[in-house]
């Protein structure tokens, strides 16, 4: 059974970077055909995609969030890290991460979700 869980700190001050990290149990980063996404939503939103890292590293972000986004990971450690700059209140919401299945063409395994408040 794949986990994932979120860790980092619930409150950030604007302009400052966030960082989360998730970090996955279970399974591999490097499993094939699977990629690791960061999705978030804001209080009374929808959900928002934000990025992801696939099985070789690479990463692709949403075009909207790319000038302020990147996803890094730790194959030791079995962790990929999201890191927002120039954090605003806008960019209050809860945050996922995600894996994304090709066999199952949807997100097949989700963190809980971890509360960031950007506020000074």
């Known amino acids: 059974q794949v986990q994932l869980q979120e860790s980092g700190p619930g409150l950030v001050k604007p302009s400052q970077t966030l960082s989360l990290t998730c970090t996955v149990s279970g399974g591999s980063l490097s499993t094939k055909d699977v990629n690791w996404n960061w999705i978030r939503q804001p209080p009374g939103k929808g959900l928002e995609w934000m990025g992801f890292i696939d099985s070789n590293g690479n990463t692709h972000y949403s075009p909207s969030l790319k000038s302020r986004t990147s996803i890094s990971r730790d194959t030791s450690k079995n962790q990929f890290t999201l890191h927002l700059t120039s954090v605003t209140p806008g960019d209050t919401a809860v945050y996922y991460c995600?894996?994304?299945?090709?066999?199952?063409?949807?997100?097949?395994?989700w963190g809980q979700g971890t509360q960031v408040t950007v506020s000074s």
């Open positions: 995600a894996r994304w299945s090709v066999g199952v063409q949807g997100y097949d395994y």
